[in-house]
């Protein structure tokens, strides 16, 4: 497929998206979102992917919505569109992965941006990432997540700091408080992140796919909910082929063959 805003690749089980605007930080046009969106959907269904990527790239991942381009919008068109960045491309398509997404992050993640790698399963961090809600800058604030998904991540008193002030966060911080998963050399973040995406498109997709939906239970339900939904799905990973075969592969010494059945 041929994209205009991205570049996608795929290695060793992994659908690899890169955000390119290169003039304007890679700022998330209407263009971009579908397009990402669209590479999100493509690699979902496509059978020999296990996991996506997404990145910026080594410099900067986005410096948020294009404000170049959302200035001139009207609350009318906005909401009578329902935002069409936000619902109908991009973070639907992420939302409803049901694959792994990480985000590989280097540079700045702002406001839109921000967004889009808290939407992902996880983050891993270049030395070089820094995280921000800047909106409130000018005079508008977080439209898809940031107020939400930030509090989750961070807790409130840093949320809020963030997100009144446009307050970044540093990798370094970013790790200590839980909203990155781990931080890398800024040349080392292509290699990592593929390795990591990797080691996930290896294991048992179905195993995978349920463990994921767990974990994103467990944020959004009661411990008990998450804890019931979590038991059954255990049960139920006895009927995968799969699940037989790494057992049977760990009793007798070898590398299980996974058939994502
Ligand atoms: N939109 C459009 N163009 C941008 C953006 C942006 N968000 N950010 C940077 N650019 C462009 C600049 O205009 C400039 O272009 P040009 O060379 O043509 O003038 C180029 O990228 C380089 O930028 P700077 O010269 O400003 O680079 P600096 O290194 O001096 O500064 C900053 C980097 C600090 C990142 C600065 O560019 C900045 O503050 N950018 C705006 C950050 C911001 O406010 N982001 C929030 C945007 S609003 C938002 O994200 C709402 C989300 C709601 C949902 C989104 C769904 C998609």
Known sequence: MSYQCILTEVKQGVGIITLNRPDAMNALNATLCREVGEAVDHFEADEAIGCTIITGGDRVFAAGADIKEMKDQSFAALH????????????????????????????????????????????????????????????????????????????????????????????????????????????????????????????????????KESVNLGVSSSLNDGLRFERRAFEATFAFEDCSEGMNAFAEKRKPVFKNK
């Not at 049901?98 to 889009?116: H, N, T």
């Not at 997540?145 to 930030?150: E, H, K, S, V």
């Open 80 to 211: 009578a569109n329902n935002f069409p960045y936000i619902q109908r491309d991009c973070w639907r398509a992420i939302d409803d992965a049901r694959k792994p997404i990480i985000a590989a992050v280097a540079g700045f993640a702002l406001g839109g941006g921000c967004e889009m790698v808290m939407a992902c399963d996880f983050i891993i961090a270049a030395e070089s990432a820094t995280f921000g809600q800047p909106e409130v800058g000018i005079g508008t604030m977080p439209g898809a997540g940031g107020t939400q998904r930030l509090t989750k991540a961070v807790g409130k008193a840093k949320a809020m700091e963030m997100c009144l002030t446009g307050r970044m966060m540093g990798a370094d911080e970013a790790e200590r408080v839980g909203l990155v998963a781990r931080i890398v050399a800024a040349d080392e973040l292509a290699e990592q992140a593929l390795k990591t995406a990797a080691k996930i498109a290896s294991m048992s997709r179905p195993a995978v796919m349920l463990i």
